[in-house]
Structure formats: structure tokens, C-alpha cells
Nanobody, 124 residues
Framework: QVQLVESGGGLVQAGGSLRLSCAAS????????MGWFRQAPGKERELVAG????????YYTDSVKGRFTISRDNTKNTVYLQMHSLKPEDTAVYYC?????????????????WGQGTQVTVSS
């Protein structure tokens, strides 16, 4: 069973930056697309960014375009989410997830394994 462990969350002021990391336990991680989701209190979990198996294609939700960058290092079985110009509305628990496919998936139901989540809090 694949295990995903997120790290890098924390408290930051508006305008600041954070980098989230997600380490996978399986070497086969490099064959599959990954996603970063977030869930704020009282809201549905949403896809923030996705990346295909090779890293050659990425997806971003409109609210983070130009501020967030997803990347992966398949030699380290790790996917990253670099976040700049953070806003209070970015506050949420952030989850990484893997889908058993090479292409980016956009629905929560398409992802097979999830990390435990890491809290990101942006103060105004």
C-alpha cells in the first residue's frame, strides 16, 4: 500500500511563501499522476494543482495560477507545491494524492491514496 507523507505546512503572513513536500513510499510512484488538494472548514476538498507522471504537464485551479507551482522529483519519490504570494483564503489543510493513471485527474474520486494532510494558515 502506498503511503504519502506531507510536510512543510505552517503559519505564514499574507504575501509570504511556503513549500509543501509529499514523499511516497513506493518506487512505482514515478509512473502515476499526482495532485495537491486543499480543504477549508465547511468547504469541499478541491484540486489545487496536478502533475502528470513525468512532470511534463501540470494543472492549476484558477485561484492559484501564477502563485503556486507543482513539481516532482521521481528520483526522490517526492512531489512539491511551491506557494508564493499567499492569501488568507489559501488557509486550509493541504493533501497530496496519487491516481493510478499517468494523466492528471481533477476529481477527488479519481485519486486512490491520500496523505494525512498538512495545515497551512495564512494570517492577514
Amino acid at each position: 500500500q502506498v503511503q504519502l507523507v506531507e510536510s512543510g505546512g505552517g503559519l505564514v503572513q499574507a504575501g509570504g511563501s511556503l513549500r509543501l513536500s509529499c514523499a511516497a513510499s513506493e518506487r512505482t510512484f514515478s509512473s502515476y499522476a499526482m495532485g495537491w488538494f486543499r480543504q477549508a472548514p465547511g468547504k469541499e476538498r478541491e484540486l489545487v494543482a496536478g502533475i502528470n507522471w513525468s512532470g511534463g504537464r501540470t494543472y492549476y485551479t484558477d485561484s492559484v495560477k501564477g502563485r503556486f507551482t507543482i513539481s516532482r522529483d521521481n528520483t526522490k519519490n517526492t512531489v512539491y507545491l511551491q506557494m508564493h504570494s499567499l492569501k488568507p483564503e489559501d488557509t486550509a489543510v493541504y493533501y497530496c494524492a496519487v491516481t493510478w493513471g499517468q494523466r492528471i485527474a481533477v476529481r477527488v474520486s479519481e485519486y486512490n491514496y491520500w496523505g494525512q494532510g498538512t495545515q497551512v494558515t495564512v494570517s492577514s
